[in-house]
T-cell receptor
Framework: DSGVTQTPKHLITATGQRVTLRCSPR?????VYWYQQSLDQGLQFLIQ???????AKGNILERFSAQQFPDLHSELNLSSLELGDSALYFC????????????????FGEGSRLTVL | GQNIDQPTEMTATEGAIVQINCTYQ??????LFWYQQHAGEAPTFLSY????GLEEKGRFSSFLSRSKGYSYLLLKELQMKDSASYLC???????????????FGKGTKLSVIP
């Protein structure tokens, strides 16, 4: 158990709909990252928050948005869903900003499997 | 930008040794990670290298050569439970972000056979 909690574990919805994925980081971790993993792609970095503020944006579509709340949990909002958005969405957390003197390893949640029909 | 290459699939025999290679190109290199991911599960941290050389941790070892942009993960005394995907990830300066981020390779699916 990594200590990172994601809900829901599975989600099935239709094209055009909107869903919200939730993530609670490990106790004490300030950084939250969102990744997308589809069958033909590796883990694709979407976005990072650090202590409530957006820190870095990766390959995140404009239809997607995220935020980190004062209690450090984070939500990823996916709207106008398309078939191609079907994927595993992982949240990860780390103690601080990557690039420090510690290893900066990421701890991953179990993921939310989104199926768009 | 970042570019990471690793073999798509490998097969090895229980009890044997297998080496999974990873080559990378990155800006502002700040460490290389190996993660293990069983199908449908979360990636879990295996090893970290930031300096050249070999890091050993039980049955798993990881090697890094920064000048060659090359790493490998060595798994000894293979067990059936080692069947999983192994992800090479490089921490480097992420373009447009001004921060360090982990970029993952597509992973190497290892199948351990009896």
């Amino acid at each position: 158990d990594s200590g990172v909690t994601q809900t829901p574990k599975h989600l099935i919805t239709a094209t055009g709909q909107r869903v919200t994925l939730r993530c609670s980081p490990r106790s004490g971790d300030l950084s939250v990252y969102w990744y997308q993993q589809s069958l033909d792609q590796g883990l694709q970095f979407l976005i990072q928050y650090y202590n409530g503020e957006e820190r870095a944006k990766g390959n995140i579509l404009e239809r997607f948005s995220a935020q980190q709340f004062p209690d450090l949990h984070s939500e990823l909002n996916l709207s106008s869903l398309e078939l191609g958005d079907s994927a595993l969405y992982f949240c990860a957390s780390s103690a601080g900003l990557a690039g420090g003197t510690n290893t900066g390893e990421l701890f991953f949640g179990e993921g939310s499997r989104l199926t768009v029909l | 930008g970042q570019n990471i290459d690793q073999p798509t699939e490998m097969t090895a025999t229980e009890g044997a040794i297998v080496q999974i290679n990873c080559t990378y190109q990155t800006s502002g290199f700040n460490g290389l990670f190996w993660y293990q991911q069983h199908a449908g599960e979360a990636p879990t941290f295996l090893s970290y290298n930031v300096l050249d050389g070999l890091e050993e941790k039980g049955r798993f070892s990881s090697f890094l050569s920064r000048s060659k942009g090359y790493s490998y993960l060595l798994l000894k005394e293979l067990q059936m439970k080692d069947s999983a995907s192994y992800l090479c990830a490089v921490r480097g300066l992420y373009s447009g972000a001004g921060s360090y981020q982990l970029t993952f390779g597509k992973g190497t699916k290892l199948s351990v056979i009896p």
